[in-house]
T-cell receptor
Framework: ETGVTQTPRHLVMGMTNKKSLKCEQHLGHNAMYWYKQSAKKPLELMFVYNFKEQTENNSVPSRFSPECPNSSHLFLHLHTLQPEDSALYLC????????????????FGPGTRLTVL | GNSVTQMEGPVTLSEEAFLTINCTYTATGYPSLFWYVQYPGEGLQLLLKATKADDKGSNKGFEATYRKETTSFHLEKGSVQVSDSAVYFCALSGLGDSGYSTLTFGKGTMLLVSP
């Protein structure tokens, strides 16, 4: 148990559906992350929120839309996805300061296994 | 930019064998280095870390030493168990464009331990 929960654990959706993934962290952290883990590819960082503001967006298609209403919750809204978007989506959190000396480890949730038909 | 290279798996060992998983990195500045482990059906868990050159991270019998001269952070364990079967990820933490830290992961190495 890492203190980061994700729901749902499994999701199957059609290409025309709209769904949302939810992440919640109980660690008092101020930064949250979305990663995509596909088979035989490195973990891909999708979005980063620090102090509730989006600070990184690694060229993610607009069919993925993040939302961070507060420092404990992070959502990933999905619409008109493609089959190649099927993957394990991981959420993580960390406690970050500012400057160069805040390289703190990230704590991961169990992931949502997404299948797009 | 930052990058991490791990040996490709799967690594197949018998119980009580010695384990080494190689990891090398490219980074600007002085990154922190991590090993994460992912058991089947679960997310990533931090296994160990090192924040400066010559530091040795250790946990659950696993060790890795931050070697700046060879830009390496190899994972070792003297005697593996069946329960160590998992995917192991080497990662480094550096500053992203935003000025906040981000993690760069290797592709992961699957370890399979047989009784």
């Amino acid at each position: 148990e890492t203190g980061v929960t994700q729901t749902p654990r499994h999701l199957v959706m059609g290409m025309t559906n709209k769904k949302s993934l939810k992440c919640e962290q109980h660690l008092g952290h101020n930064a949250m992350y979305w990663y995509k883990q596909s088979a035989k590819k490195p973990l891909e960082l999708m979005f980063v929120y620090n102090f509730k503001e989006q600070t990184e967006n690694n060229s993610v298609p607009s069919r993925f839309s993040p939302e961070c209403p507060n420092s404990s919750h992070l959502f990933l809204h999905l619409h008109t996805l493609q089959p190649e978007d099927s993957a394990l989506y991981l959420c993580a959190s960390s406690q970050e300061g500012t400057g160069t000396s805040s390289y703190n480890e990230q704590f991961f949730g169990p992931g949502t296994r997404l299948t797009v038909l | 930019g930052n990058s991490v290279t791990q040996m490709e798996g799967p690594v197949t060992l018998s119980e009580e064998a010695f384990l080494t998983i190689n990891c090398t990195y490219t980074a600007t500045g002085y990154p922190s280095l991590f090993w994460y482990v992912q058991y089947p059906g679960e997310g990533l868990q931090l296994l160990l870390k090192a924040t400066k050159a010559d530091d040795k991270g250790s946990n659950k019998g696993f060790e890795a030493t931050y070697r700046k001269e060879t830009t390496s952070f190899h994972l070792e364990k003297g005697s593996v168990q069946v329960s160590d079967s998992a995917v192991y990820f080497c990662a480094l933490s550096g500053l992203g464009d935003s000025g906040y830290s981000t993690l760069t992961f290797g592709k992961g190495t699957m370890l399979l331990v047989s009784p």
